[in-house]
C-alpha cells in the first residue's frame, strides 16, 4: 500500500507539540521533536487515522505552533534552532512563574538542558531577557531571535538626510536611464555639500556603503517597476501556480518555435548551414509533445501547418528509421484548442481557415505575455539544456555561457542526426520519466486518459490534404488554369468552363509541399476536383518555393539574353540547381541555410534550344519566321 500523506522532514503538529519526521519505512514513521534529541515512533496506520481525526496537523515548512495554538513565522532558517532552543527554557519558565523574573530561574534551567540534551544553557539573566522580550513582543517567536541592534550612524543618517536621499533616488535612481549606485552617492554628496551651503548647517555626509545599504532598503518592486517598466514587474514578481486547469487530452495544445542552440552541417559538402528552427506542439494535459517539426524553414505560415500536419497523424512512419529507438510516440489527434502568441503567421488568414474547417479553436495569448503557454516554453527549453547543448557544436543558450567557444569549427552533427536524437530523447528519456506536476510519466498520464477521452482524426488523409492546401483565385480558359507559370488541365476542368464559363473565376487550392496537381471548388456540387499539371515530369515532387525560385532565376536570365526559349522554365530549373550546388559550397552560412531551406531540384536531361541574341543588321521582319500567335480582347486578362 502506498502511503502518500507523510514526507521524510515533513513538519507536523501531534499533542501540542512540534516535530518534523525523521524517516519512514513500510510500517512505521519516526517523528524527532524540535529542539529535542527524543523520538515518537507511531505505526504508519495509526498515524494516517490520526491524521484524518485532526490529531495530527501538517503544518508550512517555515511556520510553528505556540501552546496558545497561534502559528508563527520562523524568519531565519539559519536561526529556527537557535530560536526553538530558547522556546523550550522560555515555556517553562512561564509554566512555573507567572511573569518574567530574575531569581529562582537556576533550577529550572538545569532541567531544561537535561532534557533538551543542551551543553550550553543560558544565565539567569540571559533567560530573563529572553522572556521579557517573549511578553512584549505578545508571545511572538521572532523577539527570541538575535538580531543585530544596528550602527548608530546608519540610523542617524536616515534621520537627517532621508528627505534629501530619496529626493535625488527618485531624480537619478528611479528612472527608465537606469543610472548606477555610484551616481546616486556622487549626486547625494553634491546635493548634502550645496544644503549645508545654503542653511548654514553641517551635515556629515555619508559613507559610500551607507548610501548603498539605504537604496538595497528600498522596495524591490517599486525599484523594478520604476527601472525596467511595469510590465517586467509584474512579470518578475507574478504569482506562480499550476495554470490552466484541463481535463482531458487534446482540451488544450501550445505551440512554439525556438532555434536550437547548434550548429548542424550539410550531409553532402560537410560545411556548417547554420542553426534549424523547430516547432513544437504541446498537449497541456498530459505535456505529450505532439509535433517536434525541425528545418531550416523560419517561423512562418509553411512551418506552423506542417508541425500541425505532424501533430494529428500518428508518428509510427516518422520515427521507424530511427536507430536504437525502443519506446512508442502514441501521440495524434486534432486539438480542441491551439493557444499561440501574436506572431504574424498565427494570424494568417490561411490558418485561421484550417483551424476553421478542423474546428480548431485559436487562441491569443496578450501582448508581451508568453507565460500564457510556459509549458511549451518549458519543455523547449528542457529540450534545448538535455540535448542541443550537450552536443559539439552547440551555441549556448547566451553569448556568457559561450566563451571562447567556436561553435561553427566544433559543429560534428547533420541536420538528419540532430533529429533522431531529439526524436530518440522525445521517445524513450522524456516520456518515460516522471512529470513532477503530473506525478507520473506523460506516456503513462496519455495511455490511461486518451481511453477516457478518445482523439478525432480527419475521415481521410486526402481531404486533410486538401483542407491544409492555400488558397487562391484563378480564372479558367481553353489552356487550362495557370498558376506559378505552369498550366493545371483536365476534362473535369472542362465540364466547368462549360458550366460556369470559358473566364469564369473560381477557388483553387495548392499544396506548397507538392504542386503537381491542384484542387479548383466546384460550387455547384460544393465538392472540389483534382487537376494535374499538364507538365507531369516537370511538376512532380515539386514544391511552391522551388518554382518561386525557379522564376527568379528565369528572370534574371531574361535580363542577360533578349530572346526566349521554348524550354526557358527547364533550362531556369538546371541554372537553379547548379546555383544551389554553389551556395551549398559558399563560405557565407546564411547561403548555405538558404540552400539547405530550398531543398534538392529534380532535374532532368534537356536538349535546350541554345540563346541565340539577334542580330542587329538582319531584316526587321522575317514573315516565314513569325510563328503563329492569338490576339485577347480588351478585357481579357492574363491571369498566370
Known amino acids: 500500500m502506498k502511503h502518500a500523506y507523510f514526507n521524510i522532514g515533513q513538519h507536523l503538529i501531534f499533542n501540542n507539540i512540534y516535530y518534523q519526521i525523521f524517516s519512514i519505512s513500510h510500517e512505521e514513521i519516526i517523528l524527532k521533536e524540535a529542539g529535542s534529541p527524543q523520538e515518537l515512533k507511531l505505526a504508519l496506520n495509526e498515524a494516517e487515522r490520526l491524521l484524518r481525526l485532526g490529531t495530527i496537523k501538517f503544518i508550512e515548512e517555515n ?230 517539426s525541425i528545418g ?118 547533420t541536420l538528419l542526426e540532430l533529429q533522431n536524437i531529439i526524436y530518440f530523447w522525445i521517445v524513450d528519456i522524456y516520456l518515460q520519466t516522471v512529470h513532477g506536476t503530473l506525478g507520473t510519466t506523460p506516456y503513462q498520464q496519455w495511455i490511461k486518459d486518451i481511453q477516457r477521452v478518445p482523439a478525432i482524426l480527419p475521415k481521410d488523409r486526402d481531404q486533410f490534404n486538401l483542407i491544409c492546401a492555400k488558397q487562391y483565385d484563378r480564372s479558367m480558359s481553353h489552356e487550362g488554369i495557370h498558376f506559378k507559370r505552369l498550366t493545371y488541365n483536365s476534362e473535369s476542368l472542362r465540364m466547368l468552363r462549360i458550366l460556369y464559363g470559358n473566364r469564369a473565376k473560381v477557388q483553387i487550392r495548392v499544396d506548397p509541399e507538392n504542386i503537381e496537381k491542384i484542387w479548383v471548388y466546384d460550387q455547384g456540387n460544393d465538392v472540389f476536383i483534382e487537376v494535374p499539371c499538364t507538365d507531369e515530369e516537370y511538376a512532380k515532387n515539386l514544391t511552391l518555393l522551388q518554382q518561386e525560385m525557379v522564376l527568379k532565376e528565369r528572370l534574371e536570365q531574361q535580363k542577360i539574353v533578349e530572346e526566349e526559349t521554348v524550354n526557358s522554365l527547364r533550362e531556369a530549373k538546371t541554372k537553379l540547381n547548379e546555383k544551389l550546388k554553389r551556395l551549398s559550397s559558399s563560405k557565407g552560412i546564411k547561403k548555405r541555410s538558404q540552400a539547405v531551406r530550398i531543398g534538392d531540384i529534380n532535374t532532368f536531361n534537356i536538349e535546350a534550344v541554345p540563346l541565340k541574341k539577334i542580330n542587329k543588321k538582319s531584316p526587321r521582319f522575317l514573315l516565314d519566321k513569325i510563328p503563329d500567335f492569338k490576339v485577347l480582347g480588351d478585357k481579357e486578362e492574363d491571369n498566370e
Not at 532558517?77 to 522556546?87: F, G, I, K, P, T
Not at 537606469?178 to 551616481?183: L, V
Not at 491551439?338 to 474547417?357: K, P
Open 296 to 413: 531550416f524553414e523560419p517561423p512562418s505560415e509553411l512551418s506552423v501547418v506542417r508541425a500541425l500536419k505532424q501533430a494529428i497523424w500518428g508518428k509510427d512512419d516518422l520515427i521507424k528509421n530511427v536507430p536504437d529507438i525502443k519506446g512508442a510516440w502514441p501521440a495524434f489527434g486534432i486539438p480542441a484548442l491551439l493557444v499561440c502568441d501574436n506572431g504574424l503567421e498565427f494570424h494568417s488568414a490561411h490558418l485561421r481557415r484550417i483551424c476553421g474547417e478542423l474546428n480548431i479553436e485559436l487562441m491569443f495569448c496578450p501582448k508581451h505575455e508568453p507565460n500564457y503557454k510556459g509549458r511549451v516554453e518549458r519543455f523547449l527549453g528542457t529540450l534545448n539544456g538535455q540535448v542541443s547543448q550537450r552536443i559539439r557544436g552547440t551555441t549556448f543558450s547566451n553569448i556568457r555561457e559561450r566563451g571562447d567557444y567556436n561553435s561553427i569549427s566544433e559543429a560534428t552533427i
Open 63 to 292: 511556520l510553528i505552533l505556540t501552546d496558545e495554538g497561534r502559528v508563527f513565522s520562523l524568519i531565519s532558517e539559519s536561526q529556527r534552532e537557535e530560536v526553538l532552543r530558547r522556546y523550550e527554557y522560555v515555556k517553562a519558565a512561564q509554566k512555573e512563574y507567572p511573569w518574567p523574573q530574575r531569581v529562582g530561574l537556576e533550577e529550572l534551567i538545569v532541567r531544561v538542558a537535561n532534557n533538551i540534551d543542551d551543553c550550553s544553557p543560558p544565565s539567569s539573566l540571559t533567560l530573563y531577557r529572553w522572556w521579557k522580550k517573549w511578553e512584549e513582543s505578545g508571545h511572538q517567536l521572532n523577539s527570541l531571535e538575535n538580531k543585530p541592534d544596528g550602527k548608530k550612524g546608519y540610523r542617524k543618517y536616515k534621520e537627517t538626510i532621508g528627505d534629501i536621499f530619496y529626493e535625488v533616488v527618485n531624480e537619478i535612481y528611479l528612472t527608465k536611464e537606469r543610472q548606477s549606485k555610484q551616481e546616486v552617492y556622487f549626486s547625494l554628496i553634491s546635493r548634502i555639500k550645496h544644503y549645508n551651503h545654503v542653511m548654514k548647517t553641517a551635515i556629515e555626509s555619508p559613507s559610500r556603503a551607507t548610501v548603498y545599504r539605504m537604496i538595497g532598503e528600498l522596495d524591490d518592486y517599486t525599484v523594478m517597476a520604476e527601472r525596467h517598466g511595469i510590465k517586467a514587474a509584474n512579470k518578475y514578481y507574478r504569482i506562480s501556480g499550476k495554470g490552466v486547469r484541463t481535463t482531458y487530452p487534446l482540451e488544450r495544445v501550445e505551440i512554439d518555435h525556438t532555434p536550437l542552440d547548434v550548429m548542424v552541417l550539410d550531409e553532402r559538402t560537410g560545411l556548417v548551414i547554420g542553426r534549424p528552427y523547430l516547432t513544437c506542439l504541446l498537449d497541456s494535459h498530459t505535456r505529450m509533445p505532439l509535433a517536434v
